[in-house]
C-alpha cells in the first residue's frame, strides 16, 4: 500500500470521528447526573450534543432519550412496541434501504434466520485458525517487532479491513483495491450530518460512496457464483444459504454485503484501541491477562461495557406508552445511551471500575435482542487474535512515556484516536 493510500484512508478515519463531536466534554459525568435527575429526557440529548442521527431527519417527531439500564433493556428487548424502519430513511437510504437493522417483524426474522449460520461460532473459529491469525501474525505485526514502537491505532485501523475483506471474499493480492474499498465505506458513516450546509455535499459523496462499493461486491459476487460458491469465504456461504425455500440473489448478496462494510473495520479498530489504552493504563492487570489467555475474552467483553464505540440506539415507538411517568406518544423516537446504561449503579456494582472479574451480566454494547450486531463474534474473534499476538511478539508492551497518553473519546463511534507504545 502507498503512502498516499494509507494518508487518504487515516483522513477519511479522522473525519469520520470528529464527525460524531463529544471531545470537548465528559460525557460519563454528564450521564451519571442524567441517570439521577432526569431518567427520561424529553428531547434529543444527542442532538445537543450536535452528533447527527442514523434516523431520518423528521423535525416533526418528538425524541425522548433513556438513561438507565431498566428502561434500556426494555426498550432494546421489546422489537414489537419499539422498531427499527426508520432507519431506511437515513443512514439506509445509503444502502436502497436494504440494511438489516432497518428491518422489522417477519421480514427481518426471516432474513436474519437465512444469515446467522454464516456468523456462528463455528464458521469463525474456522476462519480463525486458516485466516484471522495468520494475516494478524504474519502480515502486520511480525514485520512491526524490530521497530521497538508503534502508534498501535494505524494497526489497528487496517487489520480489521483486512480480515473482513479476506473474509467476504475479495481477492487477497491488489490491497490498493481494499483500501479504496475501505475508504468509501468509512465515506458513508460520514453521511449523516448535522449542520445543514455540510449535509448535501456529504450526503451526495456518501451516495457516490455507496454506488462503488455496491459495484464492486456485485462484481466479485458475480464471480464467486460463477465459480460454483464452494469456497468458504462469506460471499461463498451467502450463495449457499437458504431457509425456508429462500435464498439469496447477486443483488441481496451486494447489498448486505456493502451494509456490512461500514461498521465491520471501524467497530473493530475502536473496540480494540480502547481494550489496549484500558490494559495500557493498568500495567499489572495486562500482565495477568498475559500470563492467563483465557482472560483475554473477559477483557474484551469489560471493555465494551466499559466503554462502548456504539455508544447509543435508536428505536421508534409503535404505540403510546408510558417510561417512569413520562408519556411517550406514537410514532417518537427514542434514544437509548448505551454508555449510560452500561455504567448504571443499580444495574452494576462499582460500575466506573474496569473490572474483567465482574459478574457477567448483559450490556449494550454490541446491542441487544433480536437486531444484536450480527457480527459480534467475528469483532471478538479478531480483537482476541490481536491481543494475544501483541502478547506473543512484543514483549513488555507499555505507552510510550515520551507521547501523549491516549484519551478515549467521542459522543458516538467512541475509541482513542492515538496510542503509542514501545516494547522490549
Known amino acids: 500500500m502507498s503512502e498516499q493510500e494509507q494518508s487518504k484512508l487515516e483522513q477519511v478515519f479522522a473525519n469520520v470521528a470528529s464527525n460524531y463531536r463529544g471531545a470537548d466534554v465528559d460525557l460519563h459525568a454528564v ?23 442514523i434516523a431520518g431527519l423528521d423535525v416533526n417527531r418528538p425524541t425522548f432519550t433513556l438513561f438507565k439500564y431498566d428502561d434500556v433493556m426494555a426498550v432494546m428487548r421489546d422489537h414489537v412496541n419499539f422498531t427499527n424502519g426508520f432507519i431506511a430513511e437515513g443512514l439506509g437510504s445509503f444502502f436502497d434501504g436494504l440494511i438489516l437493522t432497518a428491518m422489522d417483524g417477519e421480514a427481518h426474522k426471516s432474513i436474519r434466520n437465512l444469515l446467522q449460520p454464516v456468523f456462528m461460532p463455528e464458521t469463525v473459529n474456522r476462519w480463525k485458525e486458516t485466516r484471522i491469525d495468520r494475516v494478524i501474525r504474519e502480515e502486520y505485526l511480525e514485520p512491526m517487532v524490530a521497530r521497538k514502537s508503534a502508534d498501535i491505532m494505524e494497526f489497528a485501523l487496517h487489520f480489521p479491513i483486512r480480515v473482513i475483506y479476506a473474509l467476504i471474499g475479495f481477492p487477497e ?22 449542520d445543514p450546509e455540510k449535509a448535501a455535499a456529504a450526503r451526495a459523496a456518501a451516495m457516490e460512496a455507496a454506488k462503488a462499493l455496491y459495484d464492486v461486491v456485485k462484481v466479485v459476487v458475480a464471480q464467486r457464483r460463477e465459480e460454483g460458491a464452494t469456497g468458504d469465504d462469506l460471499i461463498s456461504r451467502l450463495i449457499r444459504a437458504e431457509y425456508e425455500g429462500r435464498s439469496l440473489d ?36 495486562l500482565e495477568r491477562v498475559r500470563q492467563d489467555r483465557s482472560l483475554v475474552a473477559k477483557a474484551i467483553d469489560e471493555s465494551v461495557r466499559y466503554e462502548p464505540v456504539a455508544t447509543f440506539k435508536v428505536r421508534q415507538a409503535d404505540k403510546d406508552m ?33 473490572d474483567i472479574d465482574r459478574r457477567v451480566r448483559p450490556s449494550f454494547g454490541f446491542g441487544f435482542g433480536t437486531h444484536m450486531c450480527i457480527g459480534q463474534f467475528v469483532a471478538k474473534t479478531e480483537i482476541n487474535c490481536a491481543l494475544n499476538a501483541i502478547l506473543d511478539l ?23 484516536h492515538n496510542v503509542h507504545v514501545i516494547w522490549d
Open 322 to 354: 408510558v417510561i417512569r411517568g413520562v408519556s411517550i406518544p406514537k410514532g417518537a423516537m427514542v434514544s437509548c445511551i448505551v454508555s449510560s446504561a452500561n455504567r448504571d449503579e443499580d444495574a452494576f456494582e462499582n460500575a466506573d471500575v474496569f
Open 394 to 416: 512484543m514483549p513488555n508492551i507499555r505507552l510510550d512515556p515520551s507521547k501523549p497518553a491516549p484519551e478515549i473519546i467521542g459522543a458516538q463511534l467512541r475509541g482513542p
Open 31 to 53: 450521564y451519571r447526573d442524567m441517570r439521577q435527575n432526569s431518567p427520561v429526557l424529553q428531547e434529543n440529548f444527542m442532538a445537543r450534543l450536535g452528533v447527527p442521527s
Open 250 to 285: 447477486d443483488h441481496d448478496i451486494a447489498t448486505f454485503v456493502r451494509s456490512l462494510l461500514p461498521a465491520a473495520s471501524e467497530t473493530t479498530t475502536r473496540t480494540f484501541g480502547t481494550l489496549m489504552t484500558l490494559l495500557l493504563e493498568r500495567p499489572e492487570l
Open 173 to 194: 493480492d491488489r490491497p490498493e483495491d481494499i483500501e479504496q474499498y475501505a475508504a468509501w465505506a468509512l465515506a458513508i458513516l460520514a453521511g449523516p450530518q448535522v
